[in-house]
Structures are given as structure tokens and as C-alpha cells.
């Protein structure tokens, strides 16, 4: 079974930098694809990027294109998400979730089989 566990997020400046990272337990990452999510209060749960354990294949949202990097460490069975030029709107809460059965990277919420318990990014302006 797998476990997903978020943690480095925290408060930051407009223009700062945080990196969150997710890491497996139970077993690792083998044959899933990764993705971040975020939700806002009052908003829907919507899709950040995302990652290939095996082939490292990536997929970001315009959003975050140019401010987002996503990456993982085969080691230590963790997937980061270094966060760039942050502005107040990337406030939120920000998941970590794994989809076993993938095809591609989906940006579909419901195609993914795990998810980590958040963790919080606020960004002052």
C-alpha cells in the first residue's frame, strides 16, 4: 500500500521560493505517475504538475510554466516541487497524489489511486 507524505510548505514573500516535497512509504513510486494539486478556500482542487517515476516525463500547468519546476530523486523515493517567483494566487493548499494505472500525466483528479494529507503555502504580498 502506498502512503503519500507532503511537507515543506510554509509562508512566503511575493517573489520567494518554496520546495514541497512528497515522499512514498509502504512501497515506492514504481510504475506510478505523480502529480501536485492545490486547492483554495472556496475553490476547486485543480492540477499544478506532474511526473513519470520511470521516465521522468513532466507536465505543468500554464499557470505555473516558467515559475515551476517538478522533479523526483529514484533514492529517496520522493518527488519535489520546487516553487518559483510565487504570488499571492499560488496560496493554497498543495497535495501530492500517485496514479498506478497511468497512460499519461491526467490532469483528472479522479485517475489517481493515493493521496498525501496537503500541505499549506501562503504567499504574502
Known amino acids: 500500500q502506498l502512503q503519500l507524505v507532503e511537507s515543506g510548505g510554509g509562508l512566503a514573500l511575493a517573489g520567494g521560493s518554496l520546495r514541497l516535497s512528497c515522499a512514498a512509504s509502504?512501497?515506492?513510486?514504481?510504475?506510478?505517475?505523480i502529480s501536485w494539486f492545490r486547492q483554495a478556500p472556496g475553490k476547486e482542487r485543480e492540477f499544478v504538475s506532474g511526473?513519470?517515476?520511470?521516465?521522468?516525463?513532466?507536465r505543468y500547468a500554464d499557470f505555473v510554466k516558467g515559475r515551476f519546476t517538478v522533479s523526483r530523486d529514484h533514492a529517496k523515493n520522493t518527488v519535489f516541487l520546487q516553487m518559483n517567483s510565487l504570488n499571492p494566487e499560488d496560496t493554497a493548499v498543495y497535495y501530492c497524489?500517485?496514479?498506478?494505472?497511468?497512460?499519461?500525466?491526467?490532469?483528472?483528479?479522479?485517475?489517481?489511486?493515493?493521496w498525501g494529507q496537503g500541505t499549506q503555502v501562503t504567499v504574502s504580498s
Open positions: 497524489a500517485a496514479d498506478s494505472r497511468y497512460f499519461d500525466i491526467s490532469a483528472e483528479r479522479g485517475k489517481y489511486d493515493y
Open positions: 511526473i513519470t517515476w520511470s521516465e521522468g516525463n513532466t
Open positions: 509502504g512501497r515506492t513510486f514504481s510504475g506510478t505517475a
